[in-house]
Nanobody, 121 residues
């Protein structure tokens, strides 16, 4: 059973930085695209950033230039470096991994449990 283990959320002042990380547990052969989504109170879940298996990236317009997504394929970990944080970045952030191939040759997509990011003075 694959689970995504997220870490790095918390409370930060406006203008501050946080780094989120996420990795799947279990016996993994390969992982496709990996990404971060967020859901603010009263809003739908939205894409924040996505990185393909080859390193190509996509960002929401609201975070471009402030957030950086990266991945370390050796341990299937995806990171989200968040700089110049604003109160409107407050949300629960969810990790997403696509096309995860496990040791028993099963392929599936997974969501993390979510980590709270609060930007407030």
């Amino acid at each position: 059973q694959v689970q995504l283990v997220e870490s790095g959320g918390g409370l930060v002042q406006p203008g501050g930085s946080l780094r989120l990380s996420c990795a799947p547990s279990g016996s993994i052969r390969s992982v496709g695209a990996m990404g971060w989504y967020r859901r603010a109170p009263g809003n739908q879940r939205e894409l924040v950033a996505l990185i393909s298996s080859s390193g190509g990236t996509t960002y929401a317009a609201s975070v471009k230039g402030r957030f950086t997504i990266s991945r370390l394929n050796a341990n299937n970990t995806v990171y989200l470096q968040m700089n110049s944080l604003r109160p409107e970045d407050t949300a629960v952030y969810y990790c997403r991994t696509n096309d995860v191939l496990t040791a028993d040759w099963r392929r599936n997509n997974y969501w993390g449990q979510g980590t709270q990011v609060t930007v407030s003075s």
